[in-house]
């Protein structure tokens, strides 16, 4: 999913060089790209077919940056509910958290302003 990818990159990446998040168009093609995926996962349980696949993991990877950033993913009720499982069935993902949580720590203490 390049568009949601492009989306937290062209938001959240600024808060690298900055300390803050990119602009308001910028957050607006976010949601955009996070409804999209909300809408495409009504109904499904996982990205493509009904089971974990190469698609979840890819996109799990692309959704769990936001974690660095307490981006809400409520509003979007099946990414959320998607992105739950994703984490309990793909084998591996704690040590990626782990790395997540470190990064989000980071952040935290030396770049990012409080959104």
């Not at 690298?16 to 109904?43: C, I, V, W, Y």
């Not at 959320?80 to 704690?94: H, I, R, S």
Request: aromatic share 12%; glycine share 6%.
């Amino acid at each position: 999913m390049g568009t949601l990818y492009d989306g937290i990159a062209k938001y959240f990446f600024p808060l690298l060089r900055t300390g803050k998040p990119g602009t308001q168009e910028n957050l607006e093609k976010l949601n955009a790209a996070f409804d999209l995926l909300n809408t495409f996962l009504d109904g499904q349980d996982y990205v493509a077919g009904n089971q974990l696949s190469v698609a979840d993991i890819v996109i799990l990877a692309t959704v769990s940056t936001t974690e660095m950033v307490d981006f809400d993913l409520k509003k979007f009720p099946n990414v959320d509910k998607w992105y739950k499982n994703a984490q309990k069935v793909t084998p591996g993902w704690d040590e990626n958290l782990a790395r997540i949580q470190s990064a989000k720590k980071f952040l935290a203490e030396n770049l990012i302003e409080k959104l």
